[in-house]
């Protein structure tokens, strides 16, 4: 028997009957697309917290077992038995690569890792001290006017090319963003590295000397681009698919996630954390600044910590932990105050009645800048880090948005609190 839900409208006496769907795994939704037909209301839900906005098959997850599942596989097999070019390939096809999948693949997006030439007096326009996300999204939405060859969104083949050259060119757009920021000529990208290797390649050497990157930490940052590339409809991803929906290119597109990521709310949560880390400066501080965190006439939040779905330990938090070890241990660093720091400030916050209370845990952004910051790679570039991993989830989002026969232009309604209907006013007789 289909699974229905009734609703009564007890002013009235009405009620109305609508359909219950059922997913894979995880809760059921309300099917209330006729809600506002059949009952002349809108249902009201800021922030989304509890509608379903679309179907999907790509990323699921469990914020109270903090289960986190690309196309069913658990993240923590992924991050420890693939690189990202395979995830990237899950991602985009539902199903991971062969032996020769995976390699037609990663050759596919290595030749398209290149920028247009007259792409690089784009940089040249920005101030050097520019923040780089400010400079990612100028580029990113620069590139439709390069590629009038494969804007028809409605054209697989044009989408998978378009897919393509975003995955393939974030990295290369944001070492640039950093070589101008720095003064230094840009490296162009090397068709023999893998995808991580090539972005620390480009961000790290010079065209003065032979530039070798370091393996483990071509490892540690192929795993955090992993474990940051897609996380269901997160407000970026929710801000790809609504300007997607009406059928813009998929460069604009990715511009938009792109700003929506920059918030500290959101991707911007790992340069604030490390700000946040540097801030406190001190273990000694860290009961002032928890007890700033919990005083509601305080806006300071600890950055890197809760989130909207995880009422659990966001399991990327907790791979991104070891990997902070493994690469401190790699770069020789025996002690990192401001690791110490977090460590430190996880462990008091844990233990803290109102951080239990509201499930408050570490999340994906809560050690990522201890490890970038290691790696050489300065706080301004963080969020573009995640950026350009996100770019992939972005994209397999929005094609499953353009290949989904139900998808229509978001166009969502509101409840009006303003002014009522009233006389216009000619200006002299307005006090
Ligand atoms: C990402 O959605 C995704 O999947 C995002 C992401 C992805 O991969 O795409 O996972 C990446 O954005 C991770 C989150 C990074 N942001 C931060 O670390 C910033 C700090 N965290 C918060 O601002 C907050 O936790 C959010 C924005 C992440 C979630 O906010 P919600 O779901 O809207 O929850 P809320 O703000 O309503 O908080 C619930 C309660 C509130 O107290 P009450 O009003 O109920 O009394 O918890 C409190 C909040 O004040 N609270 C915090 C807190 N986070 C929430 N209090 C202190 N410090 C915090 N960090």
């Not at 400079?135 to 090319?161: Q, W």
């Not at 961000?203 to 990157?213: I, L, Q, S």
């Not at 910590?305 to 009422?311: E, T």
Request: hydrophobic residues 40%; contains cysteine.
């Amino acid at each position: 028997m289909a699974k229905t839900i009734t609703v009564k409208d007890n002013a009235s006496g009405k009620t109305w009957t609508f359909p219950v769907m059922s997913g894979t795994v995880g809760p059921d939704v309300v099917d209330i697309r006729k809600f506002y037909a059949e009952t002349d209301m809108f249902t009201y839900d800021p922030g989304f917290t509890s509608t379903g906005s679309c179907e999907s098959k790509i990323t699921f997850i469990d914020g109270d077992k903090g289960v986190l599942l690309h196309r069913g596989y658990p993240i923590e097999e992924l991050a420890e038995n693939c690189n990202f070019e395979e995830v990237a390939y899950l991602l985009l096809n539902g199903e991971l690569p062969n032996a020769v999948e995976k390699k037609k693949f990663q050759r596919d997006i290595t030749y398209h890792t290149m920028l247009h030439e007259q792409l690089h007096s784009f940089f040249s326009g920005f101030r050097r001290d520019a923040h780089p996300m400010a400079v990612m999204c100028g580029v990113a939405g620069a590139l439709s006017a390069f590629y009038h060859d494969s804007l028809d969104i409605t054209n697989p083949e044009h989408r998978r090319i378009s897919s393509y050259r975003l995955i393939a060119k974030m990295p290369t757009i944001a070492a640039w963003a950093y070589k101008y920021s720095l003064g230094q000529p840009f490296i162009y990208p090397r068709n023999d590295l893998g995808y991580a290797e090539n972005f620390l390649y480009m961000m790290f050497a010079t065209p003065c000397e032979d530039y070798e990157v370091n393996p483990i930490l071509a490892k540690a940052m192929d795993r955090i681009l992993i474990l940051h590339a897609d996380h269901e409809q997160n407000a970026s991803t929710s801000t790809v698919r609504l300007a997607g929906s009406s059928g813009a290119n998929p460069f604009a597109c990715i511009a938009a996630g792109i700003a929506s990521l920059w918030g500290p709310a959101h991707g911007g949560a790992n340069e604030a954390v490390l700000n946040m880390l540097k801030q406190i400066g001190n273990k000694k501080n860290i009961p002032e600044f928890v007890k700033r965190a919990k005083d509601k006439n305080d806006n300071f939040r600890l950055m890197g910590f809760g989130h909207r779905v995880y009422k659990n330990y966001d399991p990327r938090a907790r791979i991104m932990s070891r990997t902070c070890s493994e690469v401190l241990k790699e770069l020789g660093i025996k002690n990192n105050p401001l690791l110490d720091i977090a460590i430190e400030l996880e462990k008091i916050a844990l233990e803290d009645e109102y951080f239990i209370e509201k499930k408050l845990y570490p999340n994906v952004d809560f050690y990522s800048g201890i490890i970038f910051e290691a790696m050489g790679i300065p706080v301004t570039m963080f969020t573009a880090l995640f950026a350009l991993a996100r770019t992939t989830g972005w994209i397999a989002q929005w094609n499953e948005m353009n290949e989904d026969p139900q998808q229509k232009i978001g166009r969502p309604r509101q409840l009006y609190t303003g002014s009522p209907k009233r006389k216009f006013k000619p200006i002299k007789s307005r006090k």
